[in-house]
């Protein structure tokens, strides 16, 4: 096993590895894995602030066999940022977790060496009291089922988009860097299970309207030729691909931000697969439109009544 010391803003760093393939349909290597984290580091940090990360590690690349880790805090260098949160109900018996909260262009270089390829958030942040705080997030998470895509989740991210902003609040949205998108909205709540019952309601509504088109519920069966409109991702035990982690499929996709008028777009006729981006794609749109998702400091409205 090759290992090296490195220097990563400041810190000393050991790595190894690094010519493994990771994604070998593209001849991906951990370097370029750590590369690319350190590098759009600026953007992708500010949307993990507070927020502990859930880690899904391949460490014999997106060909071989995973695992997600949450309790990762026990081999973190002491430098990154530790907090133990409850997690009542877990299927190992645990009442706590010891989880890690990246906050450093080197935490992300340490997480990339382990083959943390993807990074997962839940809608809260850690409080000051070291407790999870009340959601500050809203996340409609569309999942297009067999003979569905991109398109088709076009079209209700745009129809989503139109009730948001309806009810008073500023969405974003950004692909999942899979099959499907997620619509993001900053809230202020004073009930943790209010954006769960907002986003079910939702999701009914336009089901109702177009039960052709737009599923609510989880089953299988229902899915063929619709958008599953997940809302509950909301639940503050869960947590969603965080704004520009790479996803573990073939290409090395990432989960990128786009614009509501690349959105309309599609709708408009342009290809959908002009909506699938890669690392290099994806700091080009950085380097030339900032971050498209930046909600870090956004205003947070009052989530309406559901």
């Not at 759009?40 to 502990?52: D, E, F, Q, T």
């Not at 590690?57 to 695992?67: H, K, L, S």
């Not at 076009?154 to 974003?172: I, K, N």
Request: proline letters at 8%; charged letters at 25%; hydrophobic letters at 40%.
């Amino acid at each position: 096993m090759s290992r090296q010391l490195v220097r990563v803003d400041g810190r000393q760093l050991h790595v190894s590895n690094l010519e493994k393939v990771l994604f070998p349909e593209v001849s991906f290597t951990k370097a370029q894995v750590i590369d690319y984290y350190v590098r759009i580091a600026p953007v992708l940090l500010p949307h993990l602030s507070g927020r502990p990360v859930t880690f899904t590690r391949w460490p014999d690349g997106v060909e071989g066999q995973a695992f997600f880790e949450k309790n990762s805090a026990r081999h973190a260098p002491d430098w990154v940022r530790k907090v133990t949160v409850p997690s009542p109900g877990s299927s190992r018996g645990r009442e706590t977790l010891d989880m890690v909260v990246l906050e450093t262009v080197a935490d992300l270089a340490w997480a990339a060496n382990l083959a943390a390829l993807e990074l997962h958030v839940p809608q809260w942040q850690v409080g000051s009291r070291l407790q999870p705080a009340l959601p500050d997030l809203l996340v409609l998470d569309l999942d297009p089922g067999p003979d569905a895509g991109i398109l088709e989740c076009c079209e209700v991210a745009d129809r989503l988009r139109q009730r948001l902003v309806d009810d008073g609040l500023d969405p974003v949205v950004k692909t999942s860097g899979s099959k499907g998108m997620q619509v993001y909205a900053p809230i202020r709540v004073s009930d943790r299970e209010h954006p769960s019952r907002y986003a079910r309601a939702l999701a009914q509504e336009l089901s109702a309207e177009t039960p052709d088109r737009v599923v609510w519920r989880m089953e299988k069966v229902l899915r063929p030729g619709k958008v599953l409109i997940d809302w509950s991702q909301n639940n503050p035990a869960k947590t969603t691909v965080a704004p520009y982690s790479l996803r573990a499929r073939p290409d090395a996709p990432v989960s990128t931000p786009i614009g509501w008028d690349e959105v309309e777009a599609v709708l408009d006729g342009a290809d959908p697969g002009s909506l699938r981006f890669r690392t290099e794609d994806v700091l080009a749109r950085v380097e030339d439109y900032g971050d498209l998702f930046d909600i870090a400091g956004a205003q947070r409205a009052v989530l309406p009544p559901a």
